[in-house]
C-alpha cells in the first residue's frame, strides 16, 4: 500500500520539492484524496507551491492540456481548527458538523466550495470554483500565462489607480452582500488579488451567511479593514462612509 501510494505521489507531486512539503504536511488519507481528483482529470499535476498559511496550502497545479489550476490543500493534523468554529457555528448550511478535526477541515473545504459558487453566480470577481474532495479544493488560477500568481494587494509597490481600486473592492463586498447574501468575514488587502487591472476576492471559506449571528459584527471588521488600507493610499473613507458607497452600488447591480 505504501509503495503504490509513493508512487501516486510521485506521479502529480512534479517537483522533489513539493514532494518533501507534501509529505511534511499531509497524511495518506490527503495523498489519496489528491490522487482522486487528478484521476478524475480536474489536474495532471501540482508543479509548485504558491503560498502555505496556518490553515491550507495553496499549489499551482495543470492539466491535461496544460493550463494551469490552482490546488488549495487543507491540513488536518498540523491545522488549529479551533479559531474557525465561529464561522461554522450559526451557518445554518453546516449545522450537522461534528467537531472532530477532521470534520471541521472536510466542512471548510465544501464551505469555501459552496462560497465560491455563489461568488460566481452573483458575479463576484473570486476564482472559479472546480472541483473538491475532502480537504483539497481546486479552483481557477489567477496569474499570468507563464504561471506567476497574481500578488496581493498589500504587496503592491508600484502606483495604481486606488480610487478604481476601491470601486472595484466595494462592488465586489455589494455584490457578496445584496447577490450572494454572504459576508466575506476575514476581508482585507492581504485577501484580495490584483490581477490584469482587477480586484479579485480570495479566502471566502470563513465567509457567512446573513443569517448567521455575527454576520453584522463581521462585516464591521472588513469594512474597518477596508477603510484602514484605502485610508493610507489616500482615500480617506471611514466605515460609515463606506456603508453608503455600498448602498450606492447596489443601485447599479
Known sequence: MQEKEDKE????????????????????????????????????????????????????A????GNYKA?????????????????????ERFRKIKHEKSDLVFAWCRKEFKNLEACMAAKVSAPMPIAFKDNALVMEFIGDSE????????TIVSELDWQDCYNQTIEGIARMFYKAKIVHADLSEYNLLFHEGKIVFID??????????RAKEFLERDLKNISNFFS????????????????KTKESL
Do not use: C, W
Not at 495532471?44 to 491550507?56: H, M, R
Not at 495543470?62 to 492540456?65: H, M, Q
Not at 488549495?72 to 461554522?88: C, D, G, H, Q, R
Not at 493610507?232 to 448602498?247: C, F, P, S, T, Y
Open 9 to 60: 505521489l510521485t506521479k502529480e507531486l512534479k517537483d522533489e520539492n513539493v514532494r518533501k512539503v507534501f509529505q511534511r504536511v499531509f497524511d495518506n488519507q490527503t495523498i489519496q484524496t489528491i490522487h482522486s481528483l487528478a484521476m478524475k482529470g480536474n489536474f495532471k499535476q501540482l508543479e509548485s507551491l504558491v503560498n502555505e498559511g496556518k490553515e491550507a496550502l495553496v499549489f499551482r
Open 62 to 65: 495543470t492539466d491535461n492540456s
Open 71 to 91: 490546488v488549495k490543500v487543507y491540513k488536518i493534523t498540523a491545522s488549529t481548527f479551533n479559531n474557525m468554529l465561529p464561522y461554522i457555528q450559526g451557518d
Open 147 to 154: 504561471g506567476n500568481s497574481a500578488p496581493i494587494l498589500k
Open 204 to 213: 471566502v471559506g470563513q465567509a457567512v451567511s446573513l443569517s448567521h449571528p
Open 232 to 247: 493610507k493610499k489616500g482615500l480617506a473613507k471611514n466605515v460609515q462612509e463606506i456603508k453608503e458607497d455600498l448602498k
